[in-house]
């Protein structure tokens, strides 16, 4: 059974970076032909697609973060990255990392299973 | 982008009666040569992540209870509840995966009349 759980500091100074691990069990992050992905939730509104990294070591981002956003993997500890720059307090959200299925080339279709997600607040 | 926009924001249902949502994409999603949309649904309870229900936009995930349907083609989508049950109180999400950026609907609050 795959999981994933992701960690990291649940308060973030605005302009500074947001760094949040995510540790996925149950299969290896560079087998299959999966998207680790990042999907972002501000409180009461909707899933915002942050980017991913497919098993070959490809990225894509959503263009409205692209220059802010660092997605890597660390296969040796089976865990995905995201680092998130120069943040405000619009970045306030819960953050998921979530498998991604490959039914097209370049990006997931849907995401399936997801981690339990993290609070991460931008405030001074 | 291609903009999702779901209908209504919130429903009330009674225990047993059906529950519909609907899903409106800015463009269509059919991918013509392959006849399929590229459409997808989740359910989301109070604090759990999402849930995969249905993607292809009607082909339901493994394990999900078959009073759930997904039909529509196009740009036009509809996510139905046969009989409702009380484990079906959820926020639920219709997201698009034609082109990136992949985008979401807004969500569709259904609660118990």
């Known amino acids: 059974q795959v999981q994933l759980q992701e960690s990291g500091p649940g308060l973030v100074k605005p302009s500074q970076t947001l760094s949040l691990t995510c540790t996925v069990s149950?299969?290896?992050?560079?087998?299959?032909?999966?998207?680790w992905s990042w999907v972002r939730q501000p409180a009461g509104r909707a899933l915002e697609w942050i980017g991913d990294i497919h098993t070959s070591g490809s990225t894509t981002y959503n263009p409205s973060l692209k220059s802010r956003v660092t997605i890597t993997v660390d296969t040796s500890k089976n865990q995905l990255s995201l680092n998130l720059n120069s943040v405000t307090a619009a970045d306030t959200a819960i953050y998921y990392c979530a498998r991604g299925w490959r039914v097209l080339p370049g990006q997931p279709a849907w995401f399936d299973p997801w981690g339990q997600g993290t609070q991460v607040a931008v405030s001074s | 982008d291609i903009v999702m926009t779901q209908s209504p924001d919130s429903l009330a249902v009674s225990l047993g009666e059906r529950a519909t949502i609907n899903c409106k994409s800015s463009?269509?999603?059919?991918?013509?040569?392959?006849?399929?949309?590229?459409l997808t649904w989740y359910q989301q309870k109070p604090g759990q992540p999402p849930r995969l229900l249905i993607y292809?936009?009607?082909t339901r995930e493994s394990g999900v209870p078959d009073r759930f349907s997904g039909s529509g083609s196009g740009t036009d989508f509809t996510l139905t509840i046969s009989s409702l049950q009380a484990e079906d109180v959820a926020v639920y999400y219709c997201?698009?995966?034609?082109?990136?950026?992949?985008?979401f609907g807004q969500g569709t609050r259904l609660e118990i009349k």
């Open positions: 997201q698009q995966f034609y082109t990136t950026p992949i985008t």
């Open positions: 149950g299969t290896s992050v560079s087998s299959g032909s999966f998207f």
């Open positions: 463009q269509s999603v059919l991918y013509s040569s392959r006849n399929k949309n590229y």
């Open positions: 292809w936009a009607s």
